[in-house]
């Protein structure tokens, strides 16, 4: 089957659909018409806006400007990428030299798209209020997925699929306003879940290659507007997590590779330190040159300092790594420890007089509820010590499918301080947005939880209110509802934390 796609590429309309029971979106008759959007903070003064095309693009081009009717400023790059089981293929263009918070329109160049707008990123240091969204484990909606079944607005609403409405996505298009960033540490669209709609069966490889091409047109209304930051979880690795599929996994859809083709030229190397101390400033050069997105990396924004980190591979016994836990053979992405010497010269390099909150983002977490095969006891290993260490705030995971916020913890001990200025981490799972695999029952509930919910899907919106001040909402997805609200107060009286 997987000759079929050369075929495709080279066929003006191609139905939905027109390989036996695999759901794939119609080929446009212009093969240029950009399809799966997707916005990232690159610089402190730059954004990427990457996207997918049905033909291999000589050059990719996008047009810009302050104001829709005159994209005064273009910038291009060369070359598109693909892999072999895919019909689509990856460009990637950096604007730059951005006015930071600034509102830019911008097309990319075809014969079939439109302009749409986004928010330039907020420069290092700036002390505005700004909101920030976490959303993970995500997956398709509809028929290879699932179903669940007024106020002036400042900006336009995105047009989303009307079967998104009344979950997640459709959420995020209705409260365009109240956000500025969305991270996404790790599992989108749940491709490697194909084989639990039964007429896939057949048609593995075409049918996890079609929800991937769903999955990320219906995030593209979001991804297209905000800036989008992702990093990997263990849905991304492989064509299949059971064994005996695993092994029929073509090479195309093994070991990240999708995530890699649509995200390794989108997302930022770390950014050249924004303090004005020597150490610091060398502290994050190393980190940069260490970093390898879209697997690990950090960005600056506002009064955040934000980190994203890969759970899956690159630290000793990483599930989804080498003779890892979950078998999947995945990475490595970098020399052995390469992920751990950037975090710990990353986390050094944090001035909190400039970037004062410091949140870490990954996929799988180390303190959950329902017992203890929902955590990741070699992640708690590698990463915990270098978070208590250098003081990070607030730890963001998911892969548990609910909402949890647990008191500030580190070493299993709760920090006796609770959200008035605790030495320890606060953590959050924020893997309750939907997919195919439904939630997952909160289960039994450590001493160290605030709240657990999984009765419907939600997502949570980090508030960063000032400098010593972070709020944190989970939202219920179908109305909007604040399912739990908590602040967490640091003082940050110090520049570089040690402990």
């Given at each position: 089957?997987?000759?079929?796609?050369?075929?495709?590429?080279?066929?003006?309309?191609?139905?939905?659909?027109?390989?036996?029971?695999?759901?794939?979106?119609?080929?446009?008759?212009?093969?240029?018409?950009?399809?799966?959007?997707?916005?990232?903070?690159?610089?402190?003064?730059?954004?990427s806006?990457?996207?997918?095309?049905?033909?291999?693009?000589?050059?990719?081009?996008?047009?810009?400007?302050?104001s829709?009717?005159?994209?005064?400023?273009?910038?291009?790059?060369?070359?598109?990428?693909?892999?072999?089981?895919?019909?689509?293929?990856?460009?990637?263009?950096?604007?730059?030299?951005?006015?930071?918070?600034?509102?830019?329109?911008?097309?990319?160049?075809?014969?079939?798209?439109?302009?749409?707008?986004f928010?330039?990123?907020?420069?290092?240091?700036?002390?505005?209020?700004?909101?920030?969204?976490?959303?993970?484990?995500?997956?398709?909606?509809?028929?290879?997925?699932?179903?669940?079944?007024?106020?002036?607005?400042?900006?336009?609403?995105?047009?989303?699929?009307?079967?998104?409405?009344?979950?997640?996505?459709?959420?995020?298009?209705?409260?365009?306003?109240?956000?500025?960033?969305?991270?996404?540490?790790?599992?989108?669209?749940?491709?490697?879940?194909?084989?639990?709609?039964?007429?896939?069966?057949?048609?593995?490889?075409?049918?996890?290659?079609?929800?991937?091409?769903?999955?990320?047109?219906?995030?593209?209304?979001?991804?297209?507007?905000?800036?989008?930051?992702?990093?990997?979880?263990?849905?991304?690795?492989d064509?299949?997590?059971?064994?005996?599929?695993?092994?029929?996994?073509?090479?195309?859809?093994?070991?990240?590779?999708?995530?890699?083709?649509?995200?390794?030229?989108?997302?930022?190397?770390?950014?050249?330190?924004?303090?004005?101390?020597?150490?610091?400033?060398?502290?994050?050069?190393?980190?940069?040159?260490?970093?390898?997105?879209?697997?690990?990396?950090?960005?600056?924004?506002?009064?955040?300092?934000?980190?994203?980190?890969?759970t899956?591979?690159?630290?000793?016994?990483?599930?989804?790594?080498?003779?890892?836990?979950?078998?999947?053979?995945?990475?490595?992405?970098?020399y052995?420890?390469?992920?751990?010497?950037?975090?710990?010269?990353?986390?050094a390099?944090?001035?909190?007089?400039?970037?004062?909150?410091?949140?870490?983002?990954?996929?799988?977490?180390?303190?959950?509820?329902?017992?203890?095969?929902?955590?990741?006891?070699?992640?708690?290993?590698?990463?915990?010590?270098?978070?208590?260490?250098?003081?990070?705030?607030?730890?963001?995971?998911?892969?548990?499918?609910n909402?949890?916020?647990?008191?500030?913890?580190?070493?299993?001990?709760?920090d006796?301080?609770?959200?008035?200025?605790?030495?320890?981490?606060?953590?959050?799972?924020?893997?309750?947005?939907?997919?195919?695999?439904?939630?997952?029952?909160?289960?039994?509930?450590?001493d160290?939880?605030?709240?657990?919910?999984?009765?419907?899907?939600s997502?949570?919106?980090?508030?960063?209110?000032?400098?010593?001040?972070?709020?944190?909402?989970?939202?219920?997805?179908?109305?909007?509802?604040?399912?739990?609200?908590?602040?967490?107060?640091?003082?940050?009286?110090?520049a570089?934390?040690?402990?």
């Amino acid at each position: 089957m997987v000759g079929s796609f050369s075929v495709l590429k080279s066929l003006p309309i191609v139905a939905a659909g027109a390989l036996a029971n695999v759901n794939y979106p119609p080929i446009p008759e212009d093969l240029t018409t950009p399809f799966q959007q997707r916005l990232a903070v690159y610089g402190p003064n730059a954004v990427s806006v990457g996207w997918n095309t049905y033909e291999q693009l000589n050059q990719s081009c996008v047009q810009y400007g302050t104001s829709s009717d005159n994209l005064s400023s273009k910038a291009c790059s060369t070359g598109s990428t693909t892999y072999s089981t895919s019909r689509t293929w990856a460009s990637a263009v950096v604007l730059s030299d951005l006015t930071p918070a600034t509102t830019y329109y911008y097309k990319i160049v075809s014969t079939n798209s439109s302009v749409d707008h986004f928010l330039s990123p907020r420069s290092a240091g700036d002390k505005t209020p700004f909101n920030l969204d976490v959303v993970i484990d995500l997956g398709v909606y509809g028929a290879d997925g699932f179903t669940a079944s007024s106020k002036k607005k400042k900006d336009s609403i995105p047009y989303v699929q009307p079967e998104l409405n009344h979950a997640t996505i459709g959420r995020l298009a209705q409260t365009v306003d109240d956000y500025e960033i969305v991270i996404h540490p790790g599992d989108f669209a749940y491709a490697d879940d194909w084989y639990l709609k039964f007429g896939n069966l057949l048609d593995g490889t075409e049918a996890y290659q079609s929800i991937l091409e769903q999955f990320y047109d219906q995030l593209a209304p979001i991804a297209g507007r905000k800036l989008y930051m992702a990093s990997p979880g263990n849905h991304e690795a492989d064509c299949s997590e059971i064994p005996y599929i695993l092994e029929l996994c073509p090479e195309g859809q093994k070991n990240f590779t999708d995530f890699l083709h649509r995200f390794d030229r989108t997302m930022p190397s770390p950014f050249a330190s924004s303090s004005s101390n020597a150490t610091a400033q060398s502290l994050a050069s190393q980190a940069k040159s260490l970093a390898v997105p879209p697997f690990w990396y950090s960005f600056e924004y506002g009064m955040a300092h934000i980190v994203m980190i890969n759970t899956e591979t690159d630290f000793p016994d990483a599930p989804d790594g080498k003779d890892g836990s979950a078998k999947l053979d995945g990475g490595p992405f970098g020399y052995p420890h390469q992920q751990l010497d950037f975090l710990k010269a990353d986390l050094a390099s944090v001035d909190r007089t400039v970037t004062p909150w410091l949140i870490v983002a990954g996929h799988r977490p180390w303190y959950s509820t329902g017992g203890s095969g929902n955590i990741c006891t070699p992640c708690q290993e590698a990463f915990e010590d270098l978070f208590y260490e250098y003081g990070v705030d607030l730890g963001v995971f998911g892969h548990v499918h609910n909402s949890q916020r647990f008191t500030p913890i580190y070493n299993n001990t709760i920090d006796p301080n609770g959200l008035k200025d605790p030495k320890a981490p606060m953590y959050i799972i924020a893997g309750g947005p939907g997919n195919i695999e439904g939630l997952l029952l909160v289960g039994t509930k450590p001493d160290y939880t605030e709240f657990a919910y999984a009765d419907d899907y939600s997502y949570a919106t980090l508030k960063l209110l000032d400098e010593q001040n972070l709020q944190v909402d989970f939202i219920r997805s179908s109305t909007g509802e604040v399912l739990d609200t908590s602040t967490l107060f640091k003082s940050h009286k110090d520049a570089f934390v040690s402990q």
